[in-house]
């Protein structure tokens, strides 16, 4: 993805491109991001996430690719963490904006954030943004843009909505298909065990207990979920649950 989208998006074209979650897209388009922004212009570039984790790491990766001594700054601006530390960092005109279509909305309408000179534009993983409501709020977010931008559209695939808001938003893309879409990366491996429902929580045990490392358990409700890391705490297996209730602070700490 990186091969295919970094020498388009250099030259200022948009980009509608898919490709499996995990395979280097935010390199694809924080590289031509730091490229074309000059240091003498008041540009900025605007990336939206579906979710305060992946803001934070897409943030993450734009202070290790800029190092200390590029005068370009960043900022992450995500729901459940101070705004007052987030109106600090805008004081400071950031020229890199990166945050969910939520709080960046509050800081357009709190007159804290201008995205008026939005020279670049990131949709990414679009297609979760949409599963998750947002449509409503990055219409709200492109509308104070200027038409004259460069917007890069990455998502995991391209079902027919997100075509839709393709035609809406981007100018004569180039469109980058790497894998096929809905392909299993070629690292991972799947089983499907059958079981009886009284079965499920002893196998799900047997399964912790003879695999190593981290282990994702994903379950239908928040309410579930916090049962199931209880039980499985006291059944001796190291577990935390993770959800949209948890504070962001909580949410952080899971994640460490």
Do not use: W
Request: aromatic content about 4%; some cysteine.
């Amino acid at each position: 993805i990186q091969n295919e989208s970094i020498p388009i998006a250099l030259t200022g074209k948009d980009i509608l491109a898919s490709a499996q979650t995990g395979s280097g897209k935010t390199a694809a388009f924080a590289i031509p991001i730091i490229e074309n922004l000059p240091d003498d212009s008041t540009d900025i570039a605007v990336i939206l996430a579906p979710t305060r984790e992946l803001a934070n790491q897409i943030y993450e990766v734009f202070i290790q690719l800029l190092g200390f001594q590029n005068s370009l700054k960043v900022v992450s601006l995500i729901g459940g963490e101070s705004i007052s530390t987030q109106l600090r960092s805008l004081k400071k005109k950031p020229r890199i904006v990166i945050g969910t279509p939520g709080r960046i909305n509050d800081h357009i309408n709190r007159k804290s954030l201008s995205i008026k000179k939005t020279k670049i534009l990131v949709l990414d993983e679009t297609d979760r943004m949409l599963d998750m409501g947002f449509e409503i709020q990055i219409d709200e977010v492109v509308k104070r843009m200027t038409k004259n931008r460069q917007t890069l559209m990455f998502s995991a695939t391209i079902p027919r909505n997100i075509s839709k808001l393709a035609e809406k938003y981007l100018i004569e893309p180039k469109r980058i298909t790497i894998g096929s879409e809905n392909e299993v990366p070629k690292n991972l491996k799947q089983e499907t065990l059958k079981l009886k429902s009284n079965e499920k929580y002893e196998q799900l045990l047997n399964q912790l207990r003879f695999r190593q490392g981290s282990v994702l358990v994903f379950i239908k409700t928040k309410y579930a979920c916090d049962r199931m890391a209880k039980k499985l705490s006291f059944d001796g297996v190291k577990a935390l649950a993770i959800h949209g209730d948890l504070k962001q602070n909580q949410r952080e700490t899971v994640l460490k």
